[in-house]
Nanobody, 123 residues
């Protein structure tokens, strides 16, 4: 398994930007698809974005497409989530995940999870 620590969350006004980072341990980081999920109070865990281990291709939830960008630096064992044009509905705890999922947006396919970082967007 991969151990991960997220950072970069905080309080921002609507329309602002944040960049989340997820630093992972281990020498096999490059062999895992990395993803970001989020969960708001009283809501189900929601897929946000993912980047594949083999070709670096990406997937996004419709609600964040065009505003968020996922990227990875395998040399630094880190995955990023650049979030622009933030909206109050983006408020949630954001967690990064690592795995080799059959379905890239299904949280059950990810074996390793970080603790999460809080993102709060004020209106």
């Amino acid at each position: 398994q991969v151990q991960m620590v997220e950072s970069g969350g905080g309080l921002v006004q609507a329309g602002g930007s944040l960049r989340l980072s997820c630093a992972a341990s281990g020498r096999t980081f490059g062999l895992y698809t990395m993803a970001w999920f989020r969960q708001a109070p009283g809501k189900e865990r929601e897929f946000v974005a993912a980047i594949r281990w083999n070709d670096g291709s990406t997937n996004y939830a419709g609600s964040v497409k065009g505003r968020f960008t996922i990227s990875r630096d395998n040399a630094k064992n880190t995955v990023y989530l650049q979030m622009n044009s933030l909206k109050p509905e983006d408020t949630a705890v954001y967690r990064c995940a690592a795995g080799r999922p059959l379905s890239i947006d299904a949280y059950a396919g990810y074996a390793s999870w970080g603790q999460g970082t809080q993102v709060t967007v004020s209106s």
